[in-house]
């Protein structure tokens, strides 16, 4: 037997809690992992609270990422012994996910622990901070350079925003960090951040296009937000969005996009290639101040999460929560 948070529905409503299960509820997969460390993202939030049906299927254990020691494998690609590391792939969604002590998943969703972090620092940056790492790569591919000029972060005092932030502040970038918590100011430009302002001057309803400002903006909020950051982005700059964190809808026009040649570039980090995941994890390990990480994450419990899911979406957690699934 071993702990997990588990998510019904049934006649008594919906409802996630601590509980335990065993070895023959996992689903099927070819590598079955002790899970050491796994994390609370906005999706589990959601998934726990049931304010959006990202479940899929009942009981569900969520948690869409986890490191840990491989227990038994099937497959040529790993071996008992070997830390792995997995982030998305629809785990705690419509698969078991890393909110338990274990889990049996597919091998070609995981990867083995990225070099140069302990599988708590890699959780530290976990679903996250690989995120904001791809939508950082899909600026590099834009070809974008600090010259270029403010680089824009919603949503900068989450998960994503901080390591965005960080990221970007690393590799030279003039960083303006909009968030909806201003006392997180001095810590946003502890991160990095050159300017934080608030996100009202972006999540009301504005115009199709607006002065020009931002060489590029990095978006895990969607809705209102993007559509202004688009139209504030300069001539031929460039937008990766990852988020929906004020909503699902898009209320833009093409203006920004025929008029002034902007780019939008999707960012789904959901089901990457294992060769394009790690090339993400080695510039991060390159790129992340493991003191960052401190200043970043919070280590809470299993049975923890549950009230910290709350917290997620009241919009009152700052940067990564870290769940040590073994205490």
Same mark, same amino acid.
């Given at each position: 037997?071993? %702990?997990?948070?588990?998510?019904? $529905?049934?006649?008594?409503?919906? =409802?996630?809690?601590?509980?335990?299960?065993?070895?023959?509820?996992?689903?099927?997969?070819?590598?079955?992992?002790?899970?050491?460390?796994?994390?609370?993202?906005?999706?589990?939030?959601?998934?726990?609270?049931?304010?959006?049906?990202?479940?899929?299927?009942?009981? +569900?254990?969520?948690?869409?990422?986890?490191?840990?020691?491989?227990?038994?494998?099937?497959?040529?690609?790993?071996?008992?012994?070997? +830390?792995?590391?997995?982030?998305?792939?629809?785990?705690?969604?419509?698969?078991?996910?890393?909110?338990?002590?274990?889990?049996?998943?597919?091998?070609?969703?995981?990867?083995?622990?990225? %070099?140069?972090?302990?599988?708590?620092?890699?959780?530290?940056?976990?679903?996250?901070?690989?995120?904001?790492?791809? #939508?950082? +790569?899909?600026?590099?591919?834009?070809?974008?350079?600090?010259?270029?000029?403010?680089?824009?972060?919603?949503?900068?005092?989450?998960?994503?925003?901080?390591?965005?932030?960080?990221?970007?502040?690393?590799?030279?970038?003039?960083?303006?960090?909009?968030?909806? !918590?201003?006392?997180?100011?001095?810590?946003?430009?502890?991160?990095?951040?050159?300017?934080?302002?608030?996100?009202?001057?972006?999540?009301?309803?504005?115009?199709?296009?607006?002065?020009?400002?931002?060489?590029?903006?990095?978006?895990?909020?969607?809705?209102?937000?993007?559509?202004?950051? #688009?139209?504030?982005?300069?001539?031929?700059?460039?937008?990766?969005? #990852?988020?929906?964190?004020?909503?699902?809808?898009?209320?833009?026009?093409?203006?920004?996009?025929?008029? =002034?040649?902007?780019?939008?570039?999707?960012?789904?980090?959901?089901?990457?290639? !294992?060769?394009? =995941?790690?090339?993400?994890?080695?510039?991060?390990? $390159?790129?992340?101040? *493991?003191?960052?990480?401190?200043?970043?994450?919070?280590?809470?419990?299993?049975?923890?999460?549950?009230?910290?899911?709350?917290? *997620? +979406?009241?919009?009152?957690? =700052?940067?990564?929560?870290?769940?040590?699934?073994?205490?």
């Amino acid at each position: 037997m071993f %702990k997990a948070i588990l998510i019904n $529905k049934d006649d008594r409503g919906y =409802r996630a809690e601590l509980g335990e299960a065993d070895e023959s509820s996992l689903p099927e997969g070819d590598v079955r992992v002790k899970v050491l460390y796994s994390t609370l993202n906005y999706k589990d939030g959601l998934a726990i609270t049931g304010k959006s049906p990202v479940v899929r299927s009942f009981p +569900m254990v969520p948690g869409i990422d986890f490191a840990g020691e491989v227990i038994e494998s099937s497959s040529p690609d790993f071996k008992a012994g070997d +830390m792995v590391l997995l982030n998305g792939w629809g785990v705690g969604e419509g698969h078991w996910g890393g909110l338990a002590q274990q889990a049996r998943v597919k091998a070609e969703w995981l990867i083995p622990l990225p %070099k140069g972090f302990t599988a708590k620092q890699a959780l530290a940056i976990g679903t996250a901070g690989y995120t904001a790492m791809l #939508c950082v +790569m899909a600026l590099q591919k834009h070809d974008l350079k600090p010259s270029d000029g403010e680089v824009l972060v919603t949503g900068a005092a989450g998960g994503v925003g901080s390591f965005a932030v960080a990221l970007l502040s690393k590799l030279g970038f003039t960083v303006v960090a909009s968030t909806g !918590r201003m006392a997180e100011a001095d810590y946003l430009k502890k991160l990095g951040a050159a300017e934080v302002i608030d996100r009202n001057t972006l999540s009301e309803p504005g115009k199709p296009l607006a002065k020009e400002r931002w060489a590029a903006v990095l978006d895990s909020v969607g809705s209102h937000t993007l559509a202004n950051a #688009c139209a504030q982005t300069k001539s031929n700059g460039a937008v990766a969005a #990852c988020g929906l964190a004020q909503g699902m809808d898009f209320p833009s026009s093409v203006a920004p996009f025929i008029l =002034r040649g902007v780019t939008l570039y999707g960012v789904n980090s959901v089901t990457v290639p !294992r060769a394009k =995941r790690i090339a993400a994890y080695e510039q991060l390990s $390159k790129l992340v101040d *493991l003191k960052t990480l401190d200043e970043i994450s919070h280590e809470i419990t299993l049975e923890e999460s549950l009230k910290y899911a709350q917290e *997620l +979406m009241a919009g009152n957690v =700052r940067g990564r929560l870290i769940v040590d699934v073994n205490k």
